[in-house]
Protein backbone atom coordinates (compact mmCIF):
# COMPACT_ATOMS: atom_id res chain seq x y z
CA UNK A 1 0.00 0.00 0.00
CA UNK A 2 2.93 2.36 0.57
CA UNK A 3 3.70 2.69 -2.87
CA UNK A 4 0.09 3.80 -3.90
CA UNK A 5 0.12 6.16 -0.64
CA UNK A 6 3.14 7.70 -2.22
CA UNK A 7 1.54 8.24 -5.75
CA UNK A 8 -1.68 9.51 -4.48
CA UNK A 9 0.76 12.04 -2.39
CA UNK A 10 2.47 13.57 -5.47
CA UNK A 11 -1.11 13.79 -7.35
CA UNK A 12 -2.77 15.33 -4.74
CA UNK A 13 0.35 17.72 -3.96
CA UNK A 14 0.29 18.39 -7.92
CA UNK A 15 -3.61 19.33 -8.38
CA UNK A 16 -3.64 21.34 -4.54
CA UNK A 17 -0.36 23.86 -6.07
CA UNK A 18 -2.25 23.85 -9.36
CA UNK A 19 -5.54 25.16 -7.57
CA UNK A 20 -3.50 27.37 -4.70
CA UNK A 21 -1.68 28.89 -8.09
CA UNK A 22 -4.72 30.04 -9.43
CA UNK A 23 -6.33 31.30 -6.74
CA UNK A 24 -3.30 33.32 -5.48
CA UNK A 25 -3.39 34.85 -9.39
CA UNK A 26 -7.15 35.63 -8.87
CA UNK A 27 -6.52 37.05 -5.66
CA UNK A 28 -3.41 38.93 -5.83
CA UNK A 29 -3.70 39.96 -9.37
CA UNK A 30 -1.75 43.45 -8.39
CA UNK A 31 1.21 41.78 -6.53
CA UNK A 32 3.65 42.82 -9.42
CA UNK A 33 7.54 43.54 -9.29
CA UNK A 34 8.44 47.08 -9.91
CA UNK A 35 11.91 46.46 -10.16
CA UNK A 36 14.01 47.59 -12.89
CA UNK A 37 17.51 45.70 -14.15
CA UNK A 38 18.96 47.87 -16.15
CA UNK A 39 21.87 45.27 -18.31
CA UNK A 40 23.18 44.84 -22.30
CA UNK A 41 20.32 44.77 -24.43
CA UNK A 42 19.55 42.34 -26.90
CA UNK A 43 22.82 42.80 -29.63
CA UNK A 44 20.90 41.20 -32.80
CA UNK A 45 17.74 43.73 -32.14
CA UNK A 46 16.22 47.30 -33.04
CA UNK A 47 15.38 49.36 -29.75
CA UNK A 48 12.37 48.52 -30.20
CA UNK A 49 10.16 45.06 -29.96
CA UNK A 50 12.85 43.87 -27.56
CA UNK A 51 10.69 42.24 -25.18
CA UNK A 52 7.34 40.31 -24.62
CA UNK A 53 4.06 42.46 -25.27
CA UNK A 54 2.64 41.91 -21.72
CA UNK A 55 2.76 43.67 -18.55
CA UNK A 56 4.75 42.12 -15.20
CA UNK A 57 3.02 38.95 -13.81
CA UNK A 58 2.19 38.60 -9.93
CA UNK A 59 4.80 36.90 -7.98
CA UNK A 60 2.15 34.92 -6.17
CA UNK A 61 3.59 31.24 -7.59
CA UNK A 62 5.88 30.47 -4.74
CA UNK A 63 3.74 31.01 -1.74
CA UNK A 64 0.85 28.81 -3.18
CA UNK A 65 3.07 25.72 -3.87
CA UNK A 66 4.53 26.36 -0.48
CA UNK A 67 1.49 26.27 1.26
CA UNK A 68 0.52 22.98 -1.08
CA UNK A 69 3.31 21.38 -0.35
CA UNK A 70 3.17 21.94 3.79
CA UNK A 71 -0.90 20.96 3.23
CA UNK A 72 -0.35 17.69 1.78
CA UNK A 73 2.94 17.21 3.62
CA UNK A 74 1.33 17.09 7.36
CA UNK A 75 -1.54 14.91 5.40
CA UNK A 76 0.92 12.40 4.24
CA UNK A 77 2.16 12.36 7.48
CA UNK A 78 -0.93 10.83 9.18
CA UNK A 79 -2.21 8.97 6.25
CA UNK A 80 1.22 6.84 6.94
CA UNK A 81 1.16 6.98 10.18
CA UNK A 82 5.12 8.48 11.05
CA UNK A 83 6.82 7.95 14.21
CA UNK A 84 8.11 10.96 16.46
CA UNK A 85 11.45 10.55 14.76
CA UNK A 86 9.86 10.09 11.18
CA UNK A 87 7.27 13.48 12.25
CA UNK A 88 10.60 15.56 13.25
CA UNK A 89 12.59 14.78 10.18
CA UNK A 90 9.75 15.70 8.11
CA UNK A 91 8.75 18.95 10.05
CA UNK A 92 12.48 20.40 9.98
CA UNK A 93 12.50 19.59 6.46
CA UNK A 94 8.90 21.72 5.72
CA UNK A 95 10.31 24.54 8.23
CA UNK A 96 13.31 24.80 6.67
CA UNK A 97 11.53 25.14 3.29
CA UNK A 98 8.64 27.76 4.67
CA UNK A 99 12.10 29.60 6.13
CA UNK A 100 13.65 29.67 2.70
CA UNK A 101 10.24 31.27 1.20
CA UNK A 102 9.86 33.97 3.94
CA UNK A 103 13.42 35.15 2.75
CA UNK A 104 12.61 34.95 -0.87
CA UNK A 105 8.78 36.88 0.44
CA UNK A 106 10.26 39.49 2.25
CA UNK A 107 12.62 40.02 -1.10
CA UNK A 108 9.72 40.32 -2.99
CA UNK A 109 7.93 42.78 -1.12
CA UNK A 110 10.26 45.32 -1.37
CA UNK A 111 10.36 44.76 -5.12
CA UNK A 112 6.76 45.05 -5.30
CA UNK A 113 6.51 48.45 -2.68
CA UNK A 114 9.95 49.63 -2.48
CA UNK A 115 10.57 48.97 -6.88
CA UNK A 116 13.76 47.41 -5.42
CA UNK A 117 14.97 43.56 -3.53
CA UNK A 118 16.35 43.39 -0.37
CA UNK A 119 20.02 43.92 -0.46
CA UNK A 120 22.44 40.51 -1.99
CA UNK A 121 24.62 40.47 1.36
CA UNK A 122 20.89 40.51 3.31
CA UNK A 123 19.40 38.18 1.31
CA UNK A 124 22.67 35.62 1.67
CA UNK A 125 22.88 35.86 5.34
CA UNK A 126 19.16 35.02 5.83
CA UNK A 127 19.43 32.24 3.47
CA UNK A 128 22.89 31.43 5.28
CA UNK A 129 21.21 30.99 8.69
CA UNK A 130 17.99 29.08 7.80
CA UNK A 131 20.58 26.15 6.48
CA UNK A 132 22.47 26.52 9.50
CA UNK A 133 19.72 26.20 11.60
CA UNK A 134 18.23 23.44 10.01
CA UNK A 135 21.62 22.04 10.50
CA UNK A 136 21.38 22.05 14.25
CA UNK A 137 18.15 20.88 14.94
CA UNK A 138 18.67 17.72 12.28
CA UNK A 139 22.03 16.99 14.59
CA UNK A 140 20.21 17.88 18.14
CA UNK A 141 17.04 16.29 17.25
CA UNK A 142 17.85 12.92 15.14
CA UNK A 143 20.37 10.23 16.21
CA UNK A 144 21.11 10.09 12.03
CA UNK A 145 21.92 13.90 12.64
CA UNK A 146 24.89 13.30 15.50
CA UNK A 147 26.36 10.53 13.09
CA UNK A 148 29.02 11.44 11.04
CA UNK A 149 29.21 9.24 7.19
CA UNK A 150 31.33 9.16 4.33
CA UNK A 151 33.08 10.64 2.74
CA UNK A 152 33.55 13.17 5.85
CA UNK A 153 34.97 10.37 7.88
CA UNK A 154 37.63 9.81 5.16
CA UNK A 155 39.17 13.30 5.37
CA UNK A 156 42.62 13.87 6.04
CA UNK A 157 42.53 16.43 8.89
CA UNK A 158 38.31 16.50 9.91
CA UNK A 159 38.04 12.21 9.92
CA UNK A 160 40.07 11.72 12.89
CA UNK A 161 38.54 13.84 14.89
CA UNK A 162 35.13 12.71 14.41
CA UNK A 163 36.39 9.18 14.97
CA UNK A 164 37.57 10.04 17.87
CA UNK A 165 34.24 11.86 19.01
CA UNK A 166 32.32 8.38 17.73
CA UNK A 167 34.45 6.21 19.83
CA UNK A 168 34.43 8.24 22.88
CA UNK A 169 30.87 8.74 23.08
CA UNK A 170 30.72 11.91 23.47
CA UNK A 171 28.79 14.63 21.72
CA UNK A 172 30.60 15.25 18.08
CA UNK A 173 31.31 18.79 18.78
CA UNK A 174 33.17 18.86 15.58
CA UNK A 175 30.70 16.97 13.52
CA UNK A 176 28.03 19.69 14.79
CA UNK A 177 30.27 22.66 13.11
CA UNK A 178 31.56 20.44 9.84
CA UNK A 179 27.62 19.96 9.68
CA UNK A 180 26.69 23.31 10.02
CA UNK A 181 28.79 24.98 7.60
CA UNK A 182 28.42 22.03 5.06
CA UNK A 183 24.58 22.44 5.40
CA UNK A 184 25.09 26.47 5.41
CA UNK A 185 27.12 26.07 2.06
CA UNK A 186 24.63 23.53 0.20
CA UNK A 187 21.67 25.18 1.20
CA UNK A 188 22.70 28.44 0.22
CA UNK A 189 24.24 27.71 -3.02
CA UNK A 190 21.46 25.51 -4.21
CA UNK A 191 18.32 28.01 -2.93
CA UNK A 192 20.28 30.99 -4.72
CA UNK A 193 21.33 28.96 -7.89
CA UNK A 194 17.51 28.14 -8.27
CA UNK A 195 17.03 31.86 -7.63
CA UNK A 196 19.47 32.68 -10.66
CA UNK A 197 17.76 30.18 -12.88
CA UNK A 198 14.56 31.83 -12.78
CA UNK A 199 15.07 34.29 -15.34
CA UNK A 200 12.36 32.70 -17.68
CA UNK A 201 9.45 31.35 -17.97
CA UNK A 202 9.45 28.13 -16.74
CA UNK A 203 13.15 27.16 -16.46
CA UNK A 204 13.44 26.93 -12.83
CA UNK A 205 10.47 24.96 -12.66
CA UNK A 206 11.73 22.12 -14.98
CA UNK A 207 15.07 21.58 -13.59
CA UNK A 208 13.85 21.82 -10.51
CA UNK A 209 11.27 18.75 -11.25
CA UNK A 210 13.89 16.71 -13.05
CA UNK A 211 16.42 16.97 -10.00
CA UNK A 212 13.48 15.77 -7.29
CA UNK A 213 12.25 13.49 -9.02
CA UNK A 214 15.80 11.85 -9.48
CA UNK A 215 16.17 12.49 -5.71
CA UNK A 216 12.87 10.55 -5.53
CA UNK A 217 14.37 7.85 -7.53
CA UNK A 218 17.35 7.12 -5.61
CA UNK A 219 15.43 7.50 -2.87
CA UNK A 220 13.94 4.44 -3.07
CA UNK A 221 16.83 2.19 -2.07
CA UNK A 222 16.66 3.00 1.04
CA UNK A 223 13.05 1.98 1.57
CA UNK A 224 13.67 -0.09 4.08
CA UNK A 225 13.09 -0.79 7.79
CA UNK A 226 17.12 -0.57 8.54
CA UNK A 227 16.06 3.07 7.02
CA UNK A 228 12.97 4.96 8.76
CA UNK A 229 13.98 8.46 6.98
CA UNK A 230 13.96 7.28 4.03
CA UNK A 231 9.86 6.94 3.57
CA UNK A 232 9.77 10.77 4.40
CA UNK A 233 12.66 11.59 2.17
CA UNK A 234 10.67 9.89 -0.55
CA UNK A 235 7.53 11.92 0.77
CA UNK A 236 9.62 15.37 0.65
CA UNK A 237 10.96 14.44 -3.07
CA UNK A 238 7.41 13.89 -4.25
CA UNK A 239 6.32 16.98 -2.49
CA UNK A 240 9.11 19.32 -4.09
CA UNK A 241 8.20 17.72 -7.78
CA UNK A 242 5.24 17.58 -7.93
CA UNK A 243 4.83 21.51 -6.55
CA UNK A 244 6.50 22.35 -9.60
CA UNK A 245 4.57 20.37 -11.70
CA UNK A 246 1.47 22.12 -10.47
CA UNK A 247 3.28 25.45 -10.90
CA UNK A 248 4.33 24.80 -14.18
CA UNK A 249 1.29 25.00 -16.21
CA UNK A 250 0.48 28.61 -15.51
CA UNK A 251 4.20 29.94 -16.01
CA UNK A 252 4.61 27.56 -19.32
CA UNK A 253 7.37 28.91 -21.55
CA UNK A 254 6.42 31.23 -24.69
CA UNK A 255 7.95 30.79 -28.11
CA UNK A 256 9.78 33.76 -28.92
CA UNK A 257 12.60 34.35 -31.03
CA UNK A 258 14.73 37.66 -31.23
CA UNK A 259 13.74 38.27 -34.82
CA UNK A 260 10.41 37.69 -34.45
CA UNK A 261 9.71 40.85 -32.26
CA UNK A 262 7.10 39.71 -30.14
CA UNK A 263 4.49 36.48 -29.03
CA UNK A 264 1.60 35.79 -26.61
CA UNK A 265 2.76 35.13 -23.18
CA UNK A 266 1.50 31.38 -22.31
CA UNK A 267 2.70 32.03 -18.55
CA UNK A 268 0.03 33.90 -16.00
CA UNK A 269 2.17 33.84 -12.94
CA UNK A 270 5.55 33.78 -11.51
CA UNK A 271 6.82 31.89 -8.46
CA UNK A 272 8.97 34.44 -7.53
CA UNK A 273 12.21 34.61 -5.32
CA UNK A 274 9.75 32.79 -2.36
CA UNK A 275 9.63 29.76 -4.71
CA UNK A 276 12.66 29.27 -6.05
CA UNK A 277 14.38 29.56 -2.90
CA UNK A 278 12.02 27.42 -1.00
CA UNK A 279 11.75 24.73 -3.66
CA UNK A 280 16.35 25.18 -3.61
CA UNK A 281 16.27 25.13 -0.25
CA UNK A 282 14.29 21.93 -0.32
CA UNK A 283 16.16 19.95 -2.47
CA UNK A 284 18.80 20.83 -0.31
CA UNK A 285 17.13 19.61 2.39
CA UNK A 286 16.48 16.82 0.54
CA UNK A 287 20.05 15.93 -0.79
CA UNK A 288 21.88 16.19 3.28
CA UNK A 289 19.09 14.19 4.86
CA UNK A 290 19.94 11.30 2.36
CA UNK A 291 23.62 12.38 2.08
CA UNK A 292 23.92 12.91 -1.56
CA UNK A 293 24.24 16.64 -1.30
CA UNK A 294 27.58 15.60 -3.47
CA UNK A 295 25.39 14.33 -6.18
CA UNK A 296 23.06 17.25 -6.09
CA UNK A 297 25.88 19.90 -6.06
CA UNK A 298 27.94 17.47 -8.76
CA UNK A 299 25.18 16.02 -10.76
CA UNK A 300 21.90 15.69 -10.16
CA UNK A 301 21.33 19.74 -9.72
CA UNK A 302 24.73 20.41 -12.14
CA UNK A 303 22.00 22.71 -14.67
CA UNK A 304 20.99 25.23 -12.37
CA UNK A 305 23.98 25.40 -10.23
CA UNK A 306 25.75 26.40 -13.88
CA UNK A 307 23.43 28.70 -13.70
CA UNK A 308 24.96 29.88 -9.93
CA UNK A 309 28.37 29.67 -10.45
CA UNK A 310 28.25 31.38 -14.10
CA UNK A 311 27.06 34.63 -12.17
CA UNK A 312 28.99 34.54 -9.25
CA UNK A 313 32.11 33.64 -11.48
CA UNK A 314 31.48 36.02 -14.07
CA UNK A 315 29.82 39.24 -11.96
CA UNK A 316 31.05 38.39 -8.59
CA UNK A 317 34.96 37.48 -9.16
CA UNK A 318 35.86 38.52 -13.18
CA UNK A 319 34.38 41.51 -13.59
CA UNK A 320 35.48 43.09 -10.54
CA UNK A 321 39.21 41.67 -10.41
CA UNK A 322 39.40 42.42 -14.42
CA UNK A 323 37.49 46.22 -13.21
CA UNK A 324 41.38 46.55 -10.56
CA UNK A 325 43.69 45.00 -12.62
CA UNK A 326 42.96 44.23 -16.23
CA UNK A 327 44.18 47.22 -18.53
CA UNK A 328 42.70 47.10 -22.08
CA UNK A 329 45.35 48.47 -24.46
CA UNK A 330 43.45 48.95 -27.05
CA UNK A 331 41.21 51.28 -24.79
CA UNK A 332 44.64 52.56 -23.18
CA UNK A 333 44.91 55.88 -24.35
CA UNK A 334 41.17 56.69 -24.04
CA UNK A 335 39.65 58.24 -20.88
CA UNK A 336 36.13 57.02 -21.29
CA UNK A 337 35.18 54.46 -18.53
CA UNK A 338 35.12 50.96 -20.43
CA UNK A 339 32.15 48.91 -19.46
CA UNK A 340 32.50 45.21 -18.49
CA UNK A 341 30.86 44.13 -21.58
CA UNK A 342 33.92 45.15 -23.42
CA UNK A 343 35.80 42.65 -21.04
CA UNK A 344 37.20 38.80 -22.29
CA UNK A 345 34.70 37.39 -19.62
CA UNK A 346 32.89 33.93 -20.42
CA UNK A 347 30.11 34.90 -21.49
CA UNK A 348 27.89 37.95 -22.70
CA UNK A 349 25.58 38.17 -19.69
CA UNK A 350 24.97 35.87 -16.50
CA UNK A 351 23.56 33.84 -15.52
CA UNK A 352 24.08 31.66 -18.24
CA UNK A 353 20.59 31.55 -19.81
CA UNK A 354 20.99 35.14 -20.32
CA UNK A 355 23.75 34.52 -22.51
CA UNK A 356 21.85 32.49 -25.03
CA UNK A 357 18.77 34.46 -24.84
CA UNK A 358 21.44 37.57 -25.67
CA UNK A 359 22.45 35.21 -29.19
CA UNK A 360 18.69 35.07 -30.02
CA UNK A 361 17.54 31.63 -29.28
CA UNK A 362 13.96 31.57 -29.43
CA UNK A 363 12.99 31.41 -25.53
CA UNK A 364 10.90 28.12 -26.01
CA UNK A 365 13.18 26.14 -27.76
CA UNK A 366 16.10 27.48 -24.99
CA UNK A 367 14.00 26.32 -21.88
CA UNK A 368 13.13 23.18 -23.81
CA UNK A 369 16.98 22.70 -23.98
CA UNK A 370 17.57 23.50 -20.13
CA UNK A 371 15.42 21.21 -19.28
CA UNK A 372 16.83 18.03 -21.68
CA UNK A 373 20.09 19.09 -19.90
CA UNK A 374 18.38 18.76 -16.36
CA UNK A 375 17.27 15.99 -17.35
CA UNK A 376 20.22 14.73 -18.44
CA UNK A 377 22.15 15.41 -15.39
CA UNK A 378 19.02 13.51 -13.09
CA UNK A 379 19.44 10.32 -15.12
CA UNK A 380 23.13 10.84 -14.80
CA UNK A 381 22.45 11.18 -10.96
CA UNK A 382 19.89 8.17 -10.68
CA UNK A 383 22.59 5.76 -12.73
CA UNK A 384 25.45 6.65 -9.72
CA UNK A 385 22.80 6.60 -6.91
CA UNK A 386 21.55 3.83 -7.65
CA UNK A 387 24.49 1.73 -9.10
CA UNK A 388 26.57 -0.53 -6.57
CA UNK A 389 29.47 -1.12 -8.33
CA UNK A 390 32.81 1.25 -7.91
CA UNK A 391 33.90 2.43 -11.46
CA UNK A 392 30.36 2.49 -13.18
CA UNK A 393 29.63 5.32 -10.48
CA UNK A 394 33.04 6.60 -10.89
CA UNK A 395 32.03 6.95 -14.80
CA UNK A 396 29.34 8.30 -14.33
CA UNK A 397 30.32 10.96 -12.00
CA UNK A 398 33.00 11.60 -15.47
CA UNK A 399 30.57 12.36 -17.71
CA UNK A 400 28.64 14.53 -15.47
CA UNK A 401 31.51 16.82 -15.26
CA UNK A 402 31.96 16.17 -18.94
CA UNK A 403 28.44 17.40 -19.46
CA UNK A 404 29.22 20.66 -17.21
CA UNK A 405 32.39 21.82 -19.09
CA UNK A 406 31.05 21.24 -22.30
CA UNK A 407 27.89 23.62 -21.56
CA UNK A 408 29.94 26.17 -19.85
CA UNK A 409 32.79 26.27 -22.04
CA UNK A 410 30.17 26.99 -24.61
CA UNK A 411 30.15 30.12 -23.76
CA UNK A 412 33.56 30.93 -25.53
CA UNK A 413 32.72 29.31 -28.44
CA UNK A 414 29.20 31.50 -29.06
CA UNK A 415 30.00 34.75 -27.52
CA UNK A 416 32.00 35.79 -30.54
CA UNK A 417 30.41 37.04 -33.27
CA UNK A 418 32.33 37.80 -37.04
CA UNK A 419 31.54 39.89 -40.78
CA UNK A 420 31.45 37.63 -43.16
CA UNK A 421 29.44 37.26 -47.02
CA UNK A 422 26.49 35.72 -47.80
CA UNK A 423 25.95 33.31 -49.11
CA UNK A 424 29.81 31.96 -48.25
CA UNK A 425 29.60 29.04 -51.03
CA UNK A 426 29.29 32.21 -54.28
CA UNK A 427 32.04 33.60 -55.67
CA UNK A 428 30.01 36.83 -56.94
CA UNK A 429 28.27 39.75 -55.38
CA UNK A 430 27.45 39.10 -52.46
CA UNK A 431 25.83 41.03 -49.24
CA UNK A 432 27.45 41.18 -46.42
CA UNK A 433 26.34 39.55 -43.55
CA UNK A 434 26.60 39.23 -39.46
CA UNK A 435 27.48 36.07 -37.68
CA UNK A 436 28.01 34.63 -34.50
CA UNK A 437 29.91 31.57 -33.42
CA UNK A 438 33.22 29.77 -35.62
CA UNK A 439 33.08 31.09 -38.53
CA UNK A 440 33.88 26.87 -39.67
CA UNK A 441 32.26 23.46 -40.80
CA UNK A 442 32.99 20.26 -39.77
CA UNK A 443 31.71 17.47 -41.70
CA UNK A 444 28.87 19.84 -42.99
CA UNK A 445 27.67 20.74 -39.70
CA UNK A 446 27.84 24.82 -39.11
CA UNK A 447 29.42 26.00 -36.15
CA UNK A 448 27.75 29.13 -36.46
CA UNK A 449 24.87 31.07 -37.49
CA UNK A 450 23.52 33.59 -38.82
CA UNK A 451 22.26 36.50 -37.31
CA UNK A 452 21.39 39.50 -40.16
CA UNK A 453 22.34 40.58 -43.78
CA UNK A 454 22.21 43.85 -44.32
CA UNK A 455 21.74 45.74 -47.92
CA UNK A 456 25.55 46.41 -48.73
CA UNK A 457 27.35 44.08 -51.09
CA UNK A 458 30.94 43.13 -50.72
CA UNK A 459 31.64 45.78 -53.49
CA UNK A 460 32.20 48.42 -50.55
CA UNK A 461 35.37 46.73 -48.89
CA UNK A 462 38.17 49.14 -50.09
CA UNK A 463 41.14 47.93 -48.60
CA UNK A 464 43.02 44.56 -48.13
CA UNK A 465 42.96 44.77 -44.65
CA UNK A 466 39.20 45.21 -44.74
CA UNK A 467 39.13 41.58 -46.68
CA UNK A 468 41.45 40.24 -44.57
CA UNK A 469 38.60 41.84 -41.11
CA UNK A 470 36.13 39.23 -42.86
CA UNK A 471 35.25 35.97 -40.91
CA UNK A 472 37.58 37.15 -37.98
CA UNK A 473 35.37 36.18 -34.61
CA UNK A 474 35.13 40.20 -33.13
CA UNK A 475 32.90 41.64 -29.98
CA UNK A 476 29.56 42.60 -31.25
CA UNK A 477 30.03 46.37 -30.54
CA UNK A 478 32.89 46.11 -33.53
CA UNK A 479 30.56 43.94 -35.67
CA UNK A 480 28.24 46.49 -35.64
CA UNK A 481 30.31 49.21 -36.13
CA UNK A 482 31.86 47.60 -39.00
CA UNK A 483 28.42 46.84 -40.30
CA UNK A 484 27.50 50.60 -39.84
CA UNK A 485 30.83 51.83 -41.86
CA UNK A 486 29.46 49.04 -45.17
CA UNK A 487 26.16 50.59 -45.30
CA UNK A 488 27.42 54.14 -44.74
CA UNK A 489 29.45 53.82 -47.53
CA UNK A 490 27.05 52.42 -49.77
CA UNK A 491 24.26 55.00 -48.91
CA UNK A 492 22.29 53.24 -47.34
CA UNK A 493 21.97 55.55 -44.30
CA UNK A 494 18.74 54.65 -42.34
CA UNK A 495 20.51 50.87 -42.06
CA UNK A 496 23.70 52.50 -40.65
CA UNK A 497 21.87 54.45 -38.17
CA UNK A 498 19.80 51.27 -36.87
CA UNK A 499 23.55 49.52 -36.57
CA UNK A 500 25.07 52.37 -34.78
CA UNK A 501 22.43 53.08 -32.34
CA UNK A 502 22.29 48.89 -31.20
CA UNK A 503 25.35 49.62 -29.76
CA UNK A 504 24.77 50.99 -26.09
CA UNK A 505 26.50 54.29 -25.49
CA UNK A 506 28.74 53.49 -22.80
CA UNK A 507 30.55 51.35 -26.08
CA UNK A 508 30.13 54.16 -28.22
CA UNK A 509 32.06 56.84 -26.19
CA UNK A 510 34.92 54.22 -26.71
CA UNK A 511 34.55 54.03 -30.44
CA UNK A 512 34.75 57.80 -31.01
CA UNK A 513 34.40 57.62 -35.12
CA UNK A 514 30.96 56.33 -34.96
CA UNK A 515 29.78 59.57 -32.93
CA UNK A 516 31.30 61.85 -35.94
CA UNK A 517 29.46 59.41 -38.66
CA UNK A 518 26.86 59.30 -36.65
CA UNK A 519 26.28 63.24 -36.63
CA UNK A 520 27.20 62.84 -40.41
CA UNK A 521 24.31 60.45 -41.30
CA UNK A 522 21.61 62.37 -39.02
CA UNK A 523 22.84 65.65 -41.29
CA UNK A 524 22.63 63.69 -44.58
CA UNK A 525 18.69 61.83 -43.68
CA UNK A 526 17.82 65.42 -42.51
CA UNK A 527 18.86 67.24 -45.61
CA UNK A 528 17.07 64.03 -47.73
CA UNK A 529 13.84 64.43 -45.79
CA UNK A 530 14.11 68.64 -46.95
CA UNK A 531 14.66 68.06 -50.25
CA UNK A 532 12.05 65.47 -50.89
CA UNK A 533 9.37 67.48 -48.81
CA UNK A 534 6.45 68.77 -51.39
CA UNK A 535 7.13 73.10 -51.57
CA UNK A 536 4.18 75.09 -50.18
CA UNK A 537 1.96 77.49 -51.94
CA UNK A 538 3.51 80.22 -49.79
CA UNK A 539 7.46 79.38 -50.76
CA UNK A 540 6.29 78.95 -54.51
CA UNK A 541 4.87 82.88 -54.32
CA UNK A 542 7.93 83.95 -52.02
Known amino acids: ?53 TIELPLVGG ?62 IAVLSVSVVAAILYFFLLPSGRVPYSPYTEFPI ?33 SLSVDFSDGLDGLAGGLVFSAALAFGIIITGILDKQHPEGIVLEVLSLLCAGSVLGFLPLNWPSSWAARKGSSRR ?88 HHFDLLGWDRRRLVYGAWALGAGFAVLGVLVGLDEVLWQRYLGRILALILAWVIWSSGSWTRRYFVGKHPAERTRRRRLALYYGFPYRVMGLRLYH ?20 LWQRMTIYDARAMLGLYCYRAGYYPAALAQWTRIPESN ?31 QIMR
Not at 101 to 112: A, C, L, N, T
Not at 298 to 310: N, R
Open 1 to 53: MVPLFILLIFITCMILSLLLCGIARVLFPKFRSGEFKPGPHRSDLPASGREIK
Open 63 to 124: PAFTLAMIIVGVGAGYLLDLHPEQWTLLIIGLAATSGYMVVGFVDDWHKVYSKEGIRQRTKF
Open 158 to 190: IGPLLNQGMLAGKIPLVWLLFLALMTGFVGSLT
Open 266 to 353: NARIYMGDSGSLALGGMLAMIAIFSRNEISLLMICGGAFVLEGLSALISAKVMTPFFRNRLQLLRFASSREYVPHTEFPLPFLATPLH
Open 450 to 469: LVEIIEASEDVIETPAEELA
Open 508 to 538: RDLRPEIARLLAEVDNRLALEKQETQPIRRD
